[in-house]
Nanobody, 121 residues
């Protein structure tokens, strides 16, 4: 069984910063890609940023230059540093990890429980 625990969300003023963390634990054999998604009320869940197992990164256009994704392989943890936050960044943020639990089973997606980020004055 695999568990993803997110932390770091909250209320911040426009222009402020937050750092999200997501730690994976349990029966993990190997972790591949890790990423962050977000979902605002009434909207679909969108990919915000992703990082591969060789640390290649990608971002949606609206967060480029403001958000940074990183990972700590020793801790099975992915981070999202969010700077210069805007009201339109308000959403529930979910981490997603692609991993295998045994060498005989292909990689699967696992999701965190979500953490609320609210950007408001």
């Amino acid at each position: 069984q695999v568990h993803l625990v997110e932390s770091g969300g909250g209320l911040v003023q426009p222009g402020g910063s937050l750092r999200l963390s997501c730690a994976a634990s349990g029966s993990i054999f190997s972790i591949y890609a890790m990423g962050w998604y977000r979902q605002a009320p009434g909207k679909q869940r969108d990919l915000v940023a992703a990082i591969t197992n060789d640390s290649s990164t990608s971002y949606r256009d609206s967060v480029k230059g403001r958000f940074t994704i990183s990972r700590d392989n020793a801790r099975n943890t992915v981070y999202l540093q969010m700077n210069s936050l805007k009201p339109e960044d308000t959403a529930v943020y979910y981490c997603m990890v692609v991993l295998t639990t045994t060498p005989r089973v292909g990689p699967q997606d696992y999701w965190g429980q979500g953490t609320q980020v609210t950007v408001s004055s």
